[in-house]
């Protein structure tokens, strides 16, 4: 079964700052990996999606890639605004379903 | 609507009770997906229909839980003899995806309904 691993659990940063937020699959044979927003009491937000031939994809500040053989996504924000703080969820698509993980809650400290 | 609506957006009930729990997904999305999340945990999957058929449903915990889309669009999650284990976010999403081909489109997700099991 895949498993969908994200580090770190948590992360505070100061408004500005770049950040890399990591996930982590164990089953390469995926279809493509979505990036998730989530704000408190609230439903999933997508971010980004890839697809399993693609590389990466940008939108705005944000930036996702990834390395389907080594099991490996990251999304990158650059300079990070209060509005940012979230949950982050990715989820990886195998034939008839999403399996996620169990996100990286951010705070972008003003 | 724009996006995907789910009603009720909050149920609280007894335990031994029945609940139904409804998804209005995007106009046009063949597939519908249900899934539950708990507390601090990322979302788990229940069940995915394309069109009126439930693709799979290996999700679903017991046969307690069942799930119809009877015209292709709005599906219905039933919960009989409610449990206190079942309080959790059910969360609908739909993708356009054409009738039998591989699942690849992005999911897009209800705000939820949050079931409070007494």
């Known amino acids: 079964k895949q498993e969908v691993t994200q580090i770190p659990a948590a992360l505070s940063v100061p408004e500005g700052e770049n950040l890399v937020l990591n996930c982590s699959f164990t089953?390469?044979?995926?279809?493509?990996l979505q990036w998730f927003r989530q704000d408190p009491g609230k439903g999933l937000t997508s971010l980004l999606l890839?697809?399993?031939?693609?590389r990466e994809q940008t939108s705005g500040r944000l930036n996702a890639s990834l390395d389907k053989s080594s099991g490996r996504s990251t999304l990158y924000i650059a300079a990070s605004q209060p509005g940012d703080s979230a949950t982050y969820l990715c989820?990886?698509?195998?034939?008839?379903?999403?399996?996620f993980g169990t996100g990286t809650r951010l705070t972008v400290i003003p | 609507g724009a996006g995907v609506s789910q009603t009720p957006s909050n149920k609280v009930t007894e335990k031994g009770k029945y609940v139904e729990l409804r998804c209005d997904p995007i106009?046009?999305?063949?597939?519908l997906y249900w899934y539950r999340q708990s507390l601090g945990q990322g979302p788990e999957f229940l069940i995915y229909?394309?069109?009126?058929?439930?693709?799979?449903d290996s999700g679903l915990p017991n046969d307690r839980f069942f799930a119809v889309r009877p015209e292709g669009s709005v599906s219905t999650l039933k919960i009989q003899r409610t449990e206190r284990g079942d309080s959790a976010v059910y969360l609908c999403?739909?993708?356009?995806?054409?009738?039998?081909?591989?699942?690849?489109?992005?999911?897009?997700f209800g705000e939820g309904s949050r079931l409070t099991v007494l």
């Open positions: 999403a739909s993708s356009r995806n054409s009738r039998g081909r591989t699942r690849t489109g992005e999911l897009f």
């Open positions: 089953d390469s044979a995926i279809y493509n």
């Open positions: 890839i697809q399993s031939s693609q």
């Open positions: 989820a990886v698509t195998g034939a008839n379903n999403l399996f």
């Open positions: 106009s046009g999305h063949t597939a």
């Open positions: 229909f394309q069109g009126t058929g439930a693709a799979d």
